[in-house]
C-alpha cells in the first residue's frame, strides 16, 4: 500500500527566508506521481508542483521546488524567499500507478502548518 | 489552468437531513472524484465517479449514505445522507485535466448541528 508520511506538524519561517518542508513516501510501484498542494484557511487546495518518479530533473515552478532523492524516497518542497500569504497548510500526496488499474486518485499526508512571520 | 467550481460553498445542515453537493468543470474529464477532509484531518477519498457507470467506493465508504450522479462528462453531484455531526467537513471534487495536473474544487465546508 501507498503511504506518504509529513513529520513536520508545524514549520515556522522568516518572511523572504526559504524554508524546506518533508515529505517521505513508501511504495513498491516503480511508476508514480508525487504532488504538493496549498491550502489556505479558505478550504481550497491549491496545486503547486508535481514530480514524476522517472523525470530526471527536480521540478520547479517559481518559488516552489521539490527535492526529489527517490533512493531516499523523498520529496521535500522548498520555498523560497517566504512571503506572509505562504502561511496555510501544506499537504504532499501521492498518485496511484496507472498501469495497475490506478487512476489520478491521490493519497495524502496529514500536512504540514507553515506560518510565515514579519 | 482549469476551473471547478462546487457548490454550496459552506452550508449548515439540521442533523437527519440530506445535502447535495455538485462540482462542475470547464472540461470534459473522464473521472472525478470526491474527497472528504475532517476537521484537522487530511484528506481522504470517497469515490470516483465515471461518466454512464456506477461510482467506485473507497473502503468505509457506501453508496447508501453518499450516493453520486455523474450525468456527463462536466458534471458531478454528491449526496451527504442522513447527515449526523460526525460529517462536518470538507468535501472536494477533484479532477485531471492535463498533463500531470491534478486539480480541485473550492471545497464545500458542511456544518451538521
Known amino acids: 500500500a501507498q503511504k506518504i508520511t509529513q513529520t513536520q506538524p508545524g514549520m515556522f519561517v522568516q518572511e523572504k527566508e526559504a524554508v524546506t518542508l518533508d515529505c517521505t513516501y513508501d511504495t513498491s510501484d516503480p511508476s508514480y506521481g508525487l504532488f504538493w498542494y496549498k491550502q489556505p484557511s479558505s478550504g481550497e487546495m491549491i496545486f503547486l508542483i508535481y514530480q514524476g518518479s522517472y523525470d530526471q530533473q527536480n521540478a520547479t515552478e517559481g518559488r516552489y521546488s521539490l527535492n526529489f532523492q527517490k533512493a531516499r524516497k523523498s520529496a521535500n518542497l522548498v520555498i523560497s524567499a517566504s512571503q506572509l500569504g505562504d502561511s496555510a497548510m501544506y499537504f504532499c500526496?501521492?498518485?496511484?500507478?496507472?498501469?495497475?488499474?490506478?487512476?489520478?486518485?491521490?493519497?495524502f499526508g496529514k500536512g504540514t502548518k507553515l506560518t510565515v512571520n514579519p | 489552468s482549469a476551473v471547478i467550481s462546487q457548490k454550496p460553498s459552506r452550508d449548515i445542515c439540521q442533523r437527519g437531513t440530506s445535502l447535495t453537493i455538485q462540482c462542475q468543470v470547464d472540461s470534459q474529464v473522464t473521472m472525478m472524484f470526491w474527497y472528504r477532509q475532517q476537521p484537522g484531518q487530511s484528506l481522504t477519498l470517497i469515490a470516483t465517479a465515471n461518466q454512464g457507470s456506477e461510482a467506485t467506493y473507497e473502503s468505509g465508504f457506501v453508496i447508501d449514505k453518499f450516493p453520486i450522479s455523474r450525468p456527463n462528462l462536466t458534471f458531478s453531484t454528491l449526496t451527504v445522507s442522513n447527515m449526523s455531526p460526525e460529517d462536518s467537513s470538507i468535501y472536494l471534487c477533484?479532477?485531471?485535466?492535463?498533463?500531470?495536473?491534478?486539480?480541485f474544487g473550492e471545497g464545500s465546508w458542511l456544518t451538521v448541528v
Open positions: 477533484s479532477v485531471r485535466i492535463s498533463g500531470n495536473t491534478i486539480y
Open positions: 500526496a501521492m498518485r496511484s500507478p496507472l498501469s495497475q488499474g490506478g487512476s489520478e486518485k491521490l493519497v
